[in-house]
């Protein structure tokens, strides 16, 4: 959960110049926020204008991106004498003999019409990864800041454009990005501040439609295929589409996006301990998406034509808008008794309000390039639409308390309502506890004259979660109306109805708990600090599908039968100092963390591969069968295909699987009620290990430098898919 200046919104379309401080909460503490802090709060506070003179910022860069990591696939030569030992088996014919071996290695530019699959034949290498990929793009950013006041009035006014290129030689990829804050802060009276901060950001998003999968298509093309005819037309080999080509001329793509931000509030000071506060959020997010596909001819070796891409062009269209509503009152209460006892409390409620408002439509066979969607066909045209709304309330608040500086406890809890299930089940409380000491603050730790810094802390608290993978109306029973497929009814085709849905009028909040204990340390005057945690998070409702009989006929709704923990450590490094001008620092840190799925409600769903949930393991988690080598001979393959299981075409040269459980057989699961487990064993997880990042900072008379690292040390990777397929079929796109 992003929190900005009190609004929940993305990050990604804040200008970085108006971020004043970032800070996150992970523990207990992050319960005070409600249903979306299950995974941790992020709390961003944009810069406020301070009284004084006019100031005026402006700050540009541009930068340029190359990319990192692209797959490296083998040349022409590689994939000849590949293919040519994948067939010396005899299951098929290769692709090139052994003479032609030597025209691929001059990189010859004969071509063989009718050579290959009565197809033109190829002997130079084509790299379509160069062909496609540039070596790098450009990005620019502008930003220009405006701040100033009184005594009594203050303003910061913040504009920001940024543009990016595409990395990509074929199609177009522009995407512009704007915004626009403007934040007053008036004093209305001597104990009342209005505040005021309104916001406006635009992304245009404008590319070929082909740009998510020309990549993936490029990767598939045969080595030999030349990306033009002789003539220079987009050439067509065996009638597969040309990436570039599809770049070029098969549609275009524009996302526009607009969101405009209200945030105003209202501080009033009663009395010197007591505030009242008052929040109101209004923000409006509109997205405007057209869409269309070319028509366009694709071009054998000699000109002659292949075959049109599709039968018809098209174009479409998707209009939404979303409103959020967030009204929220607090009371704040603070007060030092005899300089030593520190005591705040605060109260409030909270009300939040969604809604979704989207409509499409399509059209086909325009007699031109201009897809204005009145151009098309009304024949076979297509509309949709949709619409939902959503409701959270809540009641909170927190009691903190310091004494003497050194001992720090405090409570929080939240009582949170929402539309997503049944009455009834609507509500949830949860509650949050911390304590800390500050060790440095003790005269036996001063009396050291080591530590700037020393507290230990610890916290245990409840966060719900109604979000992820919970519907908005899963709790109602759904008729689907549906004229796709008309039922015959007195001698007219009627539309169908039919029920959509199981519902659950019992399923509520997930609960995760949460422990944390840390360590702050700070010496040699807070230039060197550390910080040390250990978590242990559980979900003990987590809601989960389980497994019935096939006798139920549907699938069955979600419910709160399952559990999940997760165990994780996380330490961070500091390094920070001023040598006369030069100031610089080094901040590092890594993590790491460990699932286990401890109840799915009896629900196994044990097969081969990667599996995102199962009992007793991991989330994410691979399995597979042990190797047991390589068949080398006829005779181990006849002993080998006596088991059952074994696929009857597997041949000499073939991987062979141990059968763990003795039973006779190749088999996932076995069969527990004689004892037999099967043969799949745990692999590992995808889940990502030890999380490290490092940041560098160093200025100098004006001038600074900015270095940032951040990786991941151990990770889980098993291929699957088009990587376990060499030679894979060119027309699988």
Excluded at 213 to 224: E, I, S
Aim: charged share 20%; aromatic share 14%; hydrophobic share 35%.
């Amino acid at each position: 959960m992003v929190l900005i200046d009190g609004a929940e919104g993305n990050i990604n379309f804040l200008n970085p110049n108006d971020i004043e401080s970032v800070s996150v909460l992970k523990d207990a503490q992050a319960s005070i926020y409600g249903n979306r802090a299950a995974n941790g709060v992020v709390l961003v506070t944009t810069k406020s204008a301070a009284k004084g003179k006019v100031k005026v910022d402006f700050n540009a860069y541009y930068a340029f991106k190359t990319p990192g990591r692209v797959k490296e696939k083998v040349n022409l030569l590689q994939f000849a004498e590949m293919d040519r030992e994948a067939c010396s088996d005899g299951s098929d014919n290769p692709v090139y003999s052994e003479d032609e071996l030597d025209l691929i290695r001059e990189n010859n530019d004969k071509v063989v019409m009718g050579g290959y699959l009565g197809f033109a034949k190829h002997y130079q290498y084509h790299d379509w990864t160069k062909s496609l990929l540039g070596k790098s793009s450009g990005l620019q950013n502008y930003s220009l800041n405006v701040s100033g006041g009184t005594d009594r009035y203050n303003f910061y006014v913040s504009g920001f454009y940024q543009s990016e290129d595409s990395p990509l030689k074929f199609g177009h990829d522009d995407s512009k990005r704007y915004s626009l804050r403007v934040k007053n802060e008036v004093k209305v009276l001597e104990n009342l501040l209005f505040h005021s901060n309104i916001s406006y950001t635009a992304h245009d998003h404008d590319f070929s439609s082909a740009i998510g999968t020309a990549l993936a298509w490029g990767y598939r093309q045969p080595p030999w295929a030349p990306l033009y005819t002789p003539s220079g037309k987009f050439y067509s080999w065996q009638g597969y589409g040309n990436p570039a080509q599809e770049l070029e001329e098969g549609g275009n793509t524009l996302y526009a996006n607009a969101i405009t931000t209200f945030n105003f509030a209202l501080d009033w000071n009663i009395l010197p301990e007591l505030k009242i506060s008052g929040q109101a959020i209004l923000r409006r997010q509109v997205n405007d998406d057209t869409t269309n596909g070319g028509k366009y001819a694709q071009w054998n070796w000699d000109d002659s034509l292949n075959r049109y891409n599709t039968t018809e062009n098209w174009a479409s269209r998707a209009f939404s808008k979303q409103w959020y509503r967030n009204y929220n009152v607090y009371a704040e209460y603070h007060k030092l008794f005899a300089e030593k006892h520190d005591l705040k409390v605060m109260a409030g409620a909270q009300h939040e309000e969604f809604s979704y408002d989207t409509f499409s439509a399509t059209r086909k066979n325009f007699t031109s390039d201009n897809f204005n969607l009145a151009l098309g066909s009304s024949k076979d045209q297509e509309t949709g639409a949709a619409t939902w709304a959503e409701t959270l309330r809540s009641v909170y608040g927190r009691l903190s308390y310091v004494y003497n500086d050194r001992y720090i406890v405090e409570i929080n809890g939240r009582y949170d309502g929402t539309s997503r299930f049944a009455p009834g089940h609507r509500w949830g409380l949860f509650t949050g506890y911390s304590a800390a000491w500050r060790l440095s603050e003790e005269d036996f730790i001063k009396d050291l004259n080591i530590f700037d810094q020393l507290k230990i802390r610890g916290s245990w608290g409840q966060m719900g979660n109604c979000q992820g993978g919970i519907g908005r109306y899963d709790y109602i029973p759904i008729i689907n109306i549906s004229s796709d497929w008309p039922y015959p009814f007195n001698k007219e085709e009627k539309s169908q109805q039919a029920s959509s849905n199981m519902v659950s009028l019992a399923r509520t909040w997930e609960k995760l708990e949460v422990t944390n204990i840390g360590l702050d340390i700070a010496i040699l005057n807070n230039r060197l600090s550390a910080s040390v945690d250990w978590f242990y998070k559980k979900n003990k409702n987590m809601l989960i599908a389980v497994d019935y009989p096939s006798l139920l006929g549907a699938t069955a709704p979600a419910s709160n039968n399952g559990s999940l923990e997760v165990k994780g450590w996380e330490v961070s490094l500091a390094w920070r100092d001023k040598v006369n001008d030069f100031s610089y620092s080094v901040r590092g840190n890594i993590s790491d963390s460990r699932n286990k799925v401890t109840n799915l409600g009896g629900f196994s769903g044990l097969r081969s591969g990667l599996i995102s949930n199962i009992q007793g393991y991991s989330t994410n988690a691979y399995f597979g069968y042990q190797s047991g080598g390589i068949i080398r001979d006829e005779a181990t393959l006849r002993e080998y295909k006596k088991m059952k299981g074994v696929p009857d075409n597997l041949r000499v040269g073939d991987m062979m699987y141990l059968d763990l459980d003795g039973d006779g057989a190749i088999t996932a699961t076995g069969d527990p009620k004689r004892g037999y487990q099967g043969d799949l064993v745990y692999l590992g997880t995808s889940n990502p290990r030890y999380n490290f990042g490092l940041n560098i900072d160093m200025e100098w008379k004006g001038f600074d430098l900015s270095i940032f690292f951040q990786g991941v040390a151990k990770r889980k990777v098993v291929q699957d898919g088009e990587p376990l397929i060499p030679f894979y079929p060119d027309w699988h796109y």
